[in-house]
């Protein structure tokens, strides 16, 4: 079609505006250029959850519509087979029995049988004419269209009965008189099952009731947001109420994401070589719920525009008012099998770093979690420095389950030696149960993964103590992502929760120690290395040593260093130690250093009569940066 000369029009008026995204609409939409439009749907809310091109600035409640008789009432009749009845037979009589009641009260009534697919339609159609004296026709996007609005016609002229329909005459058909619908296979979409329900809740051209609608169906569980709509529960509100609060809480929800994503504000426009990342949206993005968390102390900053070493952005966004960031980068590889660089394997990761100012929380959700990549993820956007949350203070996301179901369980042997079992795994729908006392004598807790069982649902949820790492088995929108870490900070971040039991409290979890042994009481016995340093190679983890008079200093792995603790020299607030090599020997002292409230950072290392710095092989070190912690 020629687009419209410019100008011919003042305003565009576009109706079933939720389509607006599909590649035909945007054509025809795009070929009006500049002219103003305004966009009006029942239902604006796509399945794809891409964004439309416009705001949403008046919502007119379908409860409002109820009250102003524009939306009619609507009755559910549950169909229940016994045993060795066929739910369509009894749905196929009650409709029948539903419309001759209404026809005996002067109601003029038609019916719709609903069904998905085209050959069910042909079933019905048998079924219906051996049961009942209906006349009925079939309706699908098989037939030839004139066929097809042959057929409307003597719907509408009182010739048919009803129509047997296949995913057809939902939005835009407007015919009040239809009142009565035999379902025979329930919508799983909110935006259809809404447009579908909307044909028999018309009220008619005079505002006048033409009687209520009545939608006949075999009772199951297809849920929408927390509400069961083919249910005859009593505890459920009835269906004007449901289909009021799913249709105004959907819109609201969708007034809610469009705050959201016009919070945020690209910081990285896609280069010519990513096309595909120009067509990427916030609204498109549904992250793994999977986070891993790190402690600001107080005074650390957070940059938010932060770009992480070694990542090939493709797309990113961020939000000031959220303190949230959203980046794409890709990560190409050469295939192992293969020894020349001509093919690539190209994989898309998604971060998201969500900062929680009131309770200083570092929220990092990453789709690759390799240790590297989170360390270089928290250099770049904490670099002030900030801390994995201790195994004690994970623990509060456990408590306060309802009818907790722990599905697998990590132990960490406390004991364990060469040769002897390290970590142990439990399975089961209550695995928490076969963990014995003598378990928890020796095993100290690692991960565990389980479900809060509420009353319409179950919430899963996961931790690693060792890693600081929480997850629920959920995808979804970046707003549902906000809004749980949010959730978990609150937890994490209440003290009062230490004293509330979980399901897995037969199991230690560590104390946050606070200041060292007084050491005229107690003796140290050892000081070692964290053990993942021995798993790491030296173009791994390397240690750089300058000093006067060394040329070049000293390049080593740590595990080449001696460590040597000066017993009458440290207290309870300082152990003082020397790391030796040969001849050289650097002074250090390991603190604890409070942090946020009543929780403390990882002990840090300060050196004296050398100068060090970490890093790995291709990556220059930093002169002075702190050493990792020890285990003392």
Known sequence: MAPPPEKLFDLVLVDEAHHEQAPTWKALLDSFGETRRVLCSATPFRNDRQRLGARIVYHYPLKRAQEDGIFGRINFVPINPGAGEDADVLIALKAAEL????????LDHRLMVRTSVKSRASALAKIYADHTSL?????????????IRRRIEALKKGELDGVICVDMMGEGFDFPNLKIAAIHAPHKSLPITLQFIGRFARTGHSGQPLGDARFIAEENRIRHDEFQLYSSDPEEPDWREIIA???DRRVAHEVENQALFDSFRPTRRPSDRTRAARELSLGALEPFHHAKVYQLPDGAG??????????????????DDRQAAVIVWDEVETPRWLTVPV?????HHLLVVYFVQEQ????????QKEEDTYEAIVEAFAPDGAYELPAPQLRRVLTGWTDPEIYNIGMRNRQAAIGQES?????GSAAQHAISERDGQRFTRGHAFGASVEPDSKKTLGISSNYAKIWSLRYAGLNSFLKWCRALASKLSDPAADSLPTPLDALDGGTVVTSFPDPQERMLLMADWPAELYHLSRAERRLHLTAPGVVGGLTLH??????RVRQDESTVGALRFDLAYREHILQCRLELTPGRSTSYSPARLSNCAWRSAWGREGHQPVPGQSCPSILV
């Not at 419309?99 to 002067?106: I, N, S, T, V, Y």
């Not at 093919?343 to 994989?347: F, I």
């Not at 200083?360 to 789709?367: A, E, H, Y």
């Not at 740590?558 to 460590?563: D, G, N």
């Open 302 to 319: 957070f940059d938010l525009e932060a770009m992480p070493k070694g990542m090939d952005v493709l797309y990113s966004e961020v939000s």
């Open 343 to 347: 093919l690539d394997n190209v994989r």
């Open 99 to 106: 419309l001759a009641e209404d026809r005996d009260q002067g």
């Open 360 to 367: 200083r929380l570092l929220f990092v959700c990453s789709t």
């Open 558 to 563: 740590p595990t080449e260093l001696e460590v």
């Open 423 to 427: 970590y142990r795994i439990l399975t």
């Open 245 to 247: 609060n799913l249709n």
């Open 135 to 147: 006349k009925l026709q079939e309706i699908h996007s098989g037939l030839q269209p004139s066929t």
